[in-house]
């Protein structure tokens, strides 16, 4: 389930956290002529539920009791995939069913998933959608390795007897990408049972390990603020104190289960690495990346180019830093802290933002928003799985997941995100997208990092929006922060990325797997890409926040790649809206026909091989990093303001 984690955007403390200062110190709205009570915002967010009985089952007794339905469905499908070779006609009725089954499955572990997000510690929920998943990945791989036996001569002759079978002919010819991975049917049973005992321990672990930590409540001005659940606010806090008390808490709350979460992080590695060496792979993370097209060669080459262009990134949190340094000595003593929006002015901003990709677009984001149709699930949650999430695909009507939302600039991107890839979806369920093509883990083509380039590309829609909306510099400065924020994700998606990596090649390599040496190797990949990777040594233990590494292993690298894709369809979309808006719009309702290359390619003349995309988005970033640059100085040259 592609998202951005709120582990994701406590890591981002440099972007986001210096982003509260000035948010704090009264030097830039939160969003034009949107402002409200902070009341409004908790309030608001209650009303947010996605609603599970119109879209998905009555009860938690109604799904279960048609799983049984499913079992049998799955035996039905059994017998047809047998027989799928011996006709056109039979292979088209088994490529059906599967499609249905795959849907009637994802139907069932969505509501199961909702359920688990909205109560981590709910297991039943838990173990039974993992069931499922197995059931249901165990069939398609069953499946694709019955049409590896069938002759392409002899599917093409199917196809020309059987016109239909066309739209599957993607379906049909990949499959034979993963013969060499492929064990035979009794194999893939016996995988297919044992791998949710082998894999869902770890997030059960961490999940636990969450819920065990009390964080504290910090003094404030105006009451007390629980550390974790309302850290945004800490962070915009203008009392040093507060957001120093809130820091110190948050860390040591982690730190109290590190242990824990050591043994989530090392034992999630080694349980995927044995999967995947039962499918032939070298290890967990050849395997993900194998999906998406890609060798290990090509990550780690993509990574070390990014690594060597990190000095961008670090140039930027140095002007942050500077400028937050200034900001901080010119906050009044009656300073107060500045609000968050309240997710109603939120989806207006967000609307209002994507009603430049079209009227189709447009009116799916305006359904989506409305709270009378209940596909938001934003709710407080003693609970609540941390980060944010769509689901849907094409199975049910699409919705939005997020633990909290206070209102800040992160939260409003995150809901952009997330509202992004919810469009996607509901164009797949709307269109009648196969199960096969539907974005989601399940389909036939890794194409994750494009759905959330999808969603990225959203993110800096947004934020250039309001930044072409601005009226004052502070305004632009806060605009061109949360652009920069969404942007930098080509540095941060390889930092993560080479962190997980790793991780796992420190764990291939026999060493130990204490917290205290997760801690030193996520510091030795830092310190090419964070300016306080030595002064705050608390963030060595940073991974402890990355759930992602746990519920979705080895997903971090396709926030690189869709980094750099995202700002290549800004620039396109810049530089010739009326052109490039239906095609991409068409790109994303098609659903996942092709490998990601040749997608991109035919919708929109994209070459993702180029040896120039990198540089060409690392100086789109570096313009946008000297006009914040000088607006920062021109601010700081013309401040008369004593220091405090």
Known sequence: MPYLSDARQLARHISSGLAAIFISSGLAPVAIGQQRPATSNVDTAREYRYDVARYLYASPDAEASSRSRLTTRLKALEVARANAGASAAALLEALVLMDSVAAEAKRHSTYLYLRTQTNTLDRASAE???????????????????????????????????????????VLTAAHRYAVHTVDTSGERVLSRLAPLASDWPLALYDRAMARINF????????????????????ASPDTAVRNAGNRLLWAGFDSQRDLFAMAVVGNVKAHNALAKEHRFDDAPAESYYRAYLTTNDVRTLIARIRSQAELSKRYQRILAAHAA???????????????????????????????????????????????????DVSAGEHRAAGGASFGASVVESGVYLSSFEGFPGDVSRLAHEVAHAVENQFHFVGHISPAYANGTANMVGADFLSEAYAQFGQLILADTLLERASTDAEKQTYLVQFLTSAMEVFYGAQDAELEQAIYDHVAGGNGGTASQVDSVTARVDLAYDITAESRPELRARWIQKRVMIEDPVY?????????????????????????????????????????????????????????????????????????????????????????
Not at 216 to 235: E, F, K, N
Not at 352 to 357: E, H, T
């Open 128 to 170: 039974a959608q993992s069931s499922i998943d197995a059931q249901a990945l165990g069939a398609a791989r069953a499946f694709r390795a019955t049409l590896q036996r069938i002759d392409p001569r002899r599917l093409e002759q199917f196809i020309k007897d059987r016109p239909a079978l066309e739209t599957y002919r993607f």
């Open 216 to 235: 504290g409540t910090v003094q404030t001005a105006t009451g007390p603020l629980d550390v974790y659940r309302q850290r945004g606010a800490i962070a």
């Open 326 to 376: 200034w900001a901080r000595n010119q906050v009044r003593r009656n300073s107060t802290a500045r609000v968050g929006v309240s997710l109603d002015s939120a989806s207006r901003l967000i609307a209002m933002a994507f009603a430049s990709l079209g009227p189709d677009y447009e009116r799916e984001v305006t359904a989506l928003l409305d709270p009378r149709n209940g596909r938001l």
């Open 556 to 644: 971090y690298f396709n926030y690189m790649y869709s980094g750099i894709l995202a700002l290549k369809l800004f620039e396109h979309f810049s530089l010739d809206r009326a052109t490039f808006v239906p095609r991409y719009v068409k790109l994303v309702r098609d659903g996942y026909r092709a490998a990601p290359a040749d997608a991109v390619r035919q919708a929109l003349g994209l070459d993702l091989a180029s040896p120039n995309l990198l540089e060409d988005v690392t100086r789109l970033i570096e313009k946008r990093v000297d006009e914040l640059d000088a607006l920062f100085r021109k601010q700081e040259a013309r401040s008369t303001a004593p220091p405090q």
